[in-house]
């Protein structure tokens, strides 16, 4: 279909101004494009949390000089990662030494995060032009093919490249697999559900625990696993907020509530964590509010693109946060659409941008979907049967993970394995 020109154009509209949206919109400011952010949202209220990059995002965030935005925000640089089982008991502790991978794992207040993305989207002091964000704009749907986005008040608006970063009900992804084998792909529940607590370490009383087991302020991740339940957590925002995400299985597995704002009485978790160490127990006691949130994910998609559309973010990979992945996923997506549509402008075929979305998906598709396999695979279980031992390896996916340089230099590598195997396979014929 040609692009009508009665209707407002763009060289990318971005649907969504999540955490995928807008570093979609740094990546691609760039070079000049002028940029359209939809957001369904007013945008004034994100979600109380803390939120982890993987080294592997945190590169790529460095990259983009966004220190400017990010250092007011109180980042902290995570350390290490501390497993103990529910008496308590330390069980292994991993110094995150990630000087091997380039970038540091960071802790971020969810809130900040999101603010540091969208001021740096929009700055007119970073290279390129500034993306303009409209909230409370929801899509409804789009023409992959003419790259129109149809807004739910009657409007539509038209893009060079529709970016699909609308989060895991997407509207976009109905299109983009409409006609494939995952038609009609929809999140499903996992199984787990978590409940969510942050709370101002000033609050809190002096816990009765040794530091060698456990220390408020330190800059690490702690897990605690038992009786099918775990709890991850953690300080943020330079020592000030103690974050927990609290896994219990899912008490509701056909409900609907997928919202992060399902508000649950605090005596329910304290319920669900009595086999927990007292100390726990008394950080989450302090909690102001608690939202239970059911955990979904998607299997992967036959395809994240079609004609003009691309997706991104949870809208092509949502998985469960038991590898902290979820957000840095969709960072490496953003900078995969910087690397391989650098050559692509307003002018460009709707074959050639096609190709170059194509391009993405092939260097992104399997490792992102290795990544939510894993995920899967880090929900299981992960108690002995008495409880007293930790059977996680917190190390199992590190390299995997988080050895990561771009998408243009894993598709290299991607290339390379694919000739290193036939290689293999014809010396053996
Ligand atoms: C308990 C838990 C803890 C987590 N912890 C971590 C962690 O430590 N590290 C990590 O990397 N990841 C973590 N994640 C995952 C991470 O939060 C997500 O993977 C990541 O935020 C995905 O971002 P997104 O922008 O794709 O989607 P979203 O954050 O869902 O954003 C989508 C945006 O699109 C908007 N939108 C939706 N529909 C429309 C529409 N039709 N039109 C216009 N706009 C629309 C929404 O309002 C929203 O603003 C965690 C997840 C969970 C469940």
């Excluded at 509207?171 to 494939?180: L, P, Q």
């Excluded at 056909?254 to 669900?272: D, I």
């Excluded at 949130?293 to 990979?317: E, F, M």
Aim: glycine share 8%; aromatic share 6%; proline share 5%.
């Amino acid at each position: 279909m040609a692009i009508r020109s009665e209707v407002e154009q763009w060289d990318v509209v971005i649907v969504g101004a999540g955490i995928a949206g807008l570093a979609a919109a740094i990546a691609l400011r760039k070079d000049g494009r002028s940029i359209l952010v939809l957001e369904k949202s007013s945008m004034n209220k994100e979600v109380g949390a803390l939120i982890s990059l993987q080294p592997n995002a945190s590169k790529i965030v460095d990259g983009w000089n966004m220190q400017p935005f990010l250092a007011e925000k109180k980042p902290m640089v995570d350390e290490a990662f501390r497993l103990l089982n529910v008496e308590g008991k330390l069980q292994v502790e991993m110094k995150l030494n990630t000087s091997q991978f380039g970038a540091d794992r960071m802790l971020y207040h969810r809130q900040d995060l999101h603010d540091a993305l969208r001021q740096a989207a929009t700055s007119e002091n970073m290279p390129g032009s500034p993306a303009v964000i409209r909230t409370s704009s929801g899509a409804t749907g789009c023409d992959c093919e003419s790259g129109t986005v149809y807004l739910s008040n009657g409007s539509s608006v038209q893009g060079s490249i529709i970016v699909g970063a609308d989060g895991i009900r997407s509207a976009i992804r109905d299109e983009v697999i409409k006609g494939t084998t995952s038609e009609g792909s929809k999140a499903i529940p996992t199984g787990l559900s978590a409940y969510r607590i942050l709370v101002e370490i000033d609050k809190l009383p002096k816990l009765d625990v040794p530091e060698d087991v456990f220390d408020l302020k330190r800059s690490a991740t702690t897990m605690i696993v038992g009786h099918d339940k775990r709890v991850i957590m953690g300080p943020g925002r330079g020592g000030e907020m103690f974050g927990l995400v609290c896994l219990v299985p899912d008490p509701n597995p056909n409900g609907e509530g997928t919202s992060w704002n399902n508000p649950a009485p605090l005596g329910e978790v304290l319920e669900a964590f009595k086999a927990f160490p007292t100390w726990v127990r008394e950080i989450m006691s302090q909690a102001p509010d608690v939202a239970l949130w059911q955990l979904r994910d998607i299997d992967p998609l036959t395809t994240w693109t079609k004609g003009r559309a691309i997706l991104i973010g949870d809208a092509a990979h949502a998985m469960l946060p038991t590898q902290g992945q979820g957000a840095s996923q969709s960072i490496e997506d953003a900078e995969a659409l910087q690397a391989f549509l650098s050559g692509i402008d307003s002018k460009s075929s709707s074959e050639e941008v096609h190709a170059q979305l194509q391009a993405i998906v092939s260097a992104r598709y399997e490792r992102a979907s290795l990544i939510q396999a894993y995920s899967r695979l880090q929900a299981k279980p992960a108690a002995s049967k008495d409880n007293k031992t930790v059977q996680l390896n917190p190390q199992e996916f590190m390299e995997y993970n988080c050895n990561y340089s771009g998408a243009k230099d894993w598709a290299k590598r991607q290339r390379e394995a694919e000739e290193m195997a036939y290689k293999q396979t014809a010396a053996r014929a």
